[in-house]
């Protein structure tokens, strides 16, 4: 990863910049990931808290802990829904959903975690047809 690299939510009103190496890239399968995602599983990259530099919109990102659970969080824009950058309930990291991000992150997934979990229908999906836009 260069020094800097540059992040939006989808309608581009919380932006930031993330500077350094990140630490870890997991996608994690486990059914909280699938239900704040929307999808099979959550790519999050993390590196230590005080990597970001907020450009703009963090007075528009809404925090979600899941009380039950130790380390759950989800955080989003009010106004698009896009997962954005937070910090770790214990502090320890910065998770950065990958899709925030800009750019190549130089860093590709060393763990799929919550791997039980992964939905019934995901295996199957990796073997579907692939079209470079909507299918006719």
């Not at 990863?1 to 939510?9: A, D, P, R, T, V």
């Not at 910049?17 to 995602?37: L, N, T």
């Not at 380390?71 to 990291?93: E, H, K, L, M």
């Not at 039980?116 to 692939?130: I, L, T, V």
Request: hydrophobic share 30%; aromatic share 14%.
């Amino acid at each position: 990863m260069s020094n800097k690299i540059s992040g939006s939510c989808l309608c581009g009103k919380v932006s930031s910049i993330i500077k350094g190496q990140f630490k870890k890239f997991y996608q994690c399968y486990c059914d909280r990931c699938q239900k704040k995602s929307g999808s099979a599983f959550a790519s999050l990259i993390f590196t230590t808290p005080d990597k970001i530099e907020w450009l703009s919109g963090e007075g528009l990102i809404k925090r979600f802990d899941l009380p039950e659970a130790q380390r759950f969080s989800n955080c989003f824009c009010t106004d698009c829904g896009s997962q954005v950058p937070y910090i770790s309930r214990d502090g320890a990291f910065l998770v950065v959903p990958a899709g925030y991000i800009s750019g190549d992150p130089q860093i590709r997934p060393s763990a799929n975690i919550f791997w039980e979990e992964r939905p019934c229908w995901f295996d199957d999906g990796k073997s579907a047809a692939n079209f470079a836009t909507y299918p006719e």
